[in-house]
């Protein structure tokens, strides 16, 4: 495993994992080290409806696992632009993934500089980990829901257990 910083170091990198690879082949990633880590958790229901239940903000960058890295919820440094962009994203792959209802969360790689370039690094068609801190960090019972709606029932039919007023398609704010 090699990682190119200068332009002018990839080929001579590149022949060497050519001559060393048993099947003469490589795999060429963009690194995104010291770029943003976020994360973004959402419910769906069978009928389509989702809805973003908190976004997570790794406070070390790429590079550091996130089991391994301190997590803040709701995402601190993340401008509305971008979190329109990620939550229009994150709703567009939980669809494309197949119809399932229940939990999912989304991971995204966002670029420290002010073009805030997003690359999704990860999906996980499922209530996890991080599931459980969004949960404490919003009041939303995360996993009580999913399981809920994995049964069959809609966002609209269930009640929202912080307002106690609206549906549970109400996103926490």
């Known amino acids: 495993a090699a990682i190119v910083y200068e ?3 990839f080929d001579k ?3 060497n994992g050519l001559e060393i690879s048993p099947i003469h082949e490589v795999m060429i990633d963009k ?3 010291g770029w943003k880590e976020y994360e973004l958790e959402l419910l769906r229901d069978s009928n389509g ?4 239940i908190c976004s997570i903000e790794n406070m070390d960058p790429m590079g550091i696992h996130t ?10 440094t993340l401008s509305d632009r971008t979190y329109q962009k990620m939550r229009d994203m994150a709703i567009h792959m939980m669809r494309s993934i197949g119809d399932f209802a229940g939990g999912c969360n989304v991971q ?3 670029s420290p500089d002010e073009n805030e370039d997003i690359i999704a690094i990860e999906i996980n068609p499922r209530v996890s980990r991080s599931s459980a801190l969004a949960s404490k960090a919003t009041g939303y019972p995360i996993a009580k829901i999913a399981a809920k709606l994995a049964l069959g029932y809609s966002l609209d039919e269930l ?3 912080i307002t106690k007023s609206t549906s549970a398609l109400f996103e926490p704010t």
């Open 49 to 52: 409806n989702v809805v973003i």
């Open 7 to 9: 332009e002018k170091d």
């Open 13 to 15: 990198l590149l022949r």
């Open 31 to 33: 690194a995104l080290l």
């Open 108 to 110: 995204f790689a966002v």
């Open 67 to 76: 089991g391994d890295s301190i997590t803040v919820a709701p995402a601190m």
């Open 159 to 161: 009640s929202n257990q």
